[in-house]
């Protein structure tokens, strides 16, 4: 079946320091959307990418999806605290496919 | 506009008894999906509903099941429990049926616990 595969899991920074994370998948992505999920909250939606090398900002963050649609990676320009949360990505493949998500990438954040 | 509702949030329950949690979507969602969240297995799919009709299917055994009304609210079922299913249950809903082009919108989630 298809894999997704998000490195890395868990992340400490500085705050202040840059972040980058990664969503790669095994085959090709017709799109692909990032969710945050704050600590002892739930997924909260943060954007979608759907054309190949599309590059979307969201203030201090940039979302960027491959050009042969497999993979697509987040950075966070000079974290901060409110960055700390659990940063998703999720696909479909088609029609009829079974929504899947990443496992995740923990970041945390010290101030 | 409201959001996603979920009811109970908190759930005890002892092994081999059955749950029922519901669902509110948003007004005008007509697409509802569930999710199983655990610390070791992440975020998991259970399946998806849109009019009425399951859409879509995780690989979850058939203890797990779940159904849709008229109305777009949504429930689950868990038959005869295990601790396994210990677990935060999210539902999420979205405008599209298959939600390929349209975020989803979760809920706060319920918390089970099996005894």
């Known amino acids: 079946g298809q894999q997704v595969m998000q490195i890395p899991q868990y992340q400490h920074v500085q705050e202040g320091e840059d972040f980058t994370t990664y969503c790669n998948s095994s085959t090709t992505l017709s799109n692909i959307q990032w969710y945050k999920q704050r600590p002892g909250g739930h997924p909260v939606f943060l954007i979608q990418l759907v054309k190949s090398g599309e590059v979307k900002k969201q203030k201090r963050l940039t979302f960027q999806f491959g050009e042969a649609k497999k993979n697509s990676s987040l950075h966070i320009t000079a974290t901060q605290t409110t960055d700390v949360g659990t940063y998703f990505c999720v696909f479909y493949t088609g029609a009829n496919s079974k929504l899947t998500f990443g496992k995740g990438i923990t970041l945390s954040v010290r101030p | 506009k409201a959001g996603v509702t979920q009811t109970p949030r908190y759930l005890i329950k002892t092994r081999g008894q059955q749950v029922t949690l519901s669902c509110s979507p948003i007004?005008?969602?007509?697409?509802v999906s569930w999710y199983q969240q655990t610390p070791g297995q992440g975020l998991q799919f259970l399946f998806e509903y849109f009019s009425e009709t399951q859409r879509n299917k995780g690989n979850f055994p058939g203890r797990f099941s779940g159904r849709q009304f008229s109305n777009s609210r949504s429930e689950m079922n868990v038959s005869t429990l295990e601790l396994g299913d210990s677990a935060l249950y999210l539902c999420?809903?979205?405008?599209?049926?298959?939600?390929?082009?349209?975020?989803?919108?979760f809920g706060p989630g319920t918390r089970l616990t099996v005894t």
């Open positions: 007004s005008g969602h007509r697409s």
């Open positions: 999420a809903s979205s405008l599209a049926w298959w939600g390929r082009s349209y975020e989803q919108y």
